[in-house]
């Protein structure tokens, strides 16, 4: 391999391991050359930016895999229509949804439409957003589809990357790695998008948190068999359809857990224990987060730090308190009795998806219960 240029580069952190592998794999590929330069992420890790024939990249190109269907085989879904929950027939209360509220405004997107389309481009409370899911992984995620100042498009690119979605913007056709919300190909390498809290949660449970909520309805502009899915039982079977970088044993490959990272500390939350126990406390690094389920299949993560003080929470008579002050707290980290009366709490954007692609990004991270 001819190196034009050779910068020395730092990487701290769990996550940053992964890369420096990368990175390593690269300088021992002969096929290949590569330029490089600083780059500096939003989680301030000093990375390398690499270059193969024209290409910025962060991860050898030889690891993007094609997942089967072209570029936009997998149509993303531009132009959404809604109806209300009076509308909502073509719906069952057990359907799970992506449930996204914002500044008062709530909606509902099916992940029984979101398996055959992947990206769904909307504006909810004002806020440009794109509602992602990527059926190999069980992975959601909601990004704020804003590059610097500019408000962007996403659509399926056909390929993967640790067997996770790939998507691209229509800005600058750059390759985005939906686990890690950064640009690993292209022109805005490096960049990463703001992540949006939401819900993994059935639809009759989001219509009682919001009655007043909007649905994505399977008018979408493309003929999809709705009604089945097509990854049948993968969901449950041990297999993974394309290869993973690292894999771990301490869970089953497709349990479903919680990531959370906080200063380059990832720790993962099975979704199970989380509703067993109700209500987590927490540390991630130094980070005091709270996990509450008062839902079946469903999360929500908040700081639990007031006024610097680090508060303890509990559940009991059916209600959240916290120990210090016995306030008690709504579902949505607002405190609506008590000492705290009408402060809230910050809601933190959890990262669910079964286990084999969590520790494929994070190969050091922590879970929950684990010495």
Wanted: proline share 5%; glycine share 8%; aromatic share 12%.
């Amino acid at each position: 391999m001819n190196l034009k240029t050779v910068v020395t580069f730092v990487i701290v952190g769990v996550a940053s391991a992964t890369l420096l592998a990368v990175f390593q794999d690269e300088f021992n590929s002969k096929d290949h050359d590569v330029a490089f330069e600083d780059l500096q992420t939003a989680d301030s890790l000093e990375l390398t930016l690499m270059e193969t024939d024209g290409v910025k990249h962060l991860v050898p190109l030889d690891k993007i895999k094609g997942g089967g269907p072209p570029k936009d085989g997998i149509p993303s879904i531009d132009n959404p229509l809604f109806v209300g929950v009076d509308e909502s027939r073509f719906m069952s209360d057990s359907d799970v949804v992506v449930g996204l509220e914002i500044d008062g405004e709530a909606k509902a997107y099916p992940l029984f439409i979101l398996v055959w389309h992947e990206i769904v481009n909307d504006r909810v409370g004002d806020v440009p957003v794109s509602v992602t899911y990527c059926p190999l992984c069980y992975t959601s995620q909601v990004f704020e589809r804003v590059i610097g100042d500019q408000e962007v498009e996403f659509g399926t690119s056909g390929k993967l990357y640790n067997s996770n979605l790939l998507m691209y913007d229509r800005l600058t056709e750059s390759y985005w790695s939906q686990a890690l919300g950064m640009a690993i190909t292209g022109e805005l390498s490096g960049q990463r998008l703001n992540l949006i809290p939401f819900d993994i949660i059935t639809w009759g449970d989001w219509k009682v948190l919001h009655p007043e909520t909007l649905v994505l309805t399977t008018v979408t502009g493309y003929v999809r068999s709705y009604a089945t899915d097509p990854y049948g039982s993968y969901y449950t079977e041990p297999r993974i359809m394309f290869p993973v970088e690292h894999s771990d044993d301490r869970l089953h490959p497709k349990e479903i857990i919680l990531g959370f990272h906080h200063d380059e500390v990832y720790k993962a939350f099975r979704q199970n224990d989380v509703e067993s126990e109700t209500i987590v406390n927490d540390f991630v690094g130094d980070a005091p987060v709270m996990l509450v389920s008062l839902f079946p299949q469903n999360a929500r993560a908040f700081e639990r730090t007031v006024d610097s003080e680090v508060l303890d929470f509990v559940f009991h008579d059916d209600a959240i308190f916290d120990s210090q002050t016995n306030s008690e707290w709504n579902y949505d980290g607002l405190a609506v009795s008590g000492h705290y009366d009408g402060v809230s709490l910050k809601r933190m954007a959890l990262e669910p998806g079964f286990w084999f692609e969590w520790v494929a990004f994070h190969p050091n991270t922590l879970v929950y219960g684990d010495p």
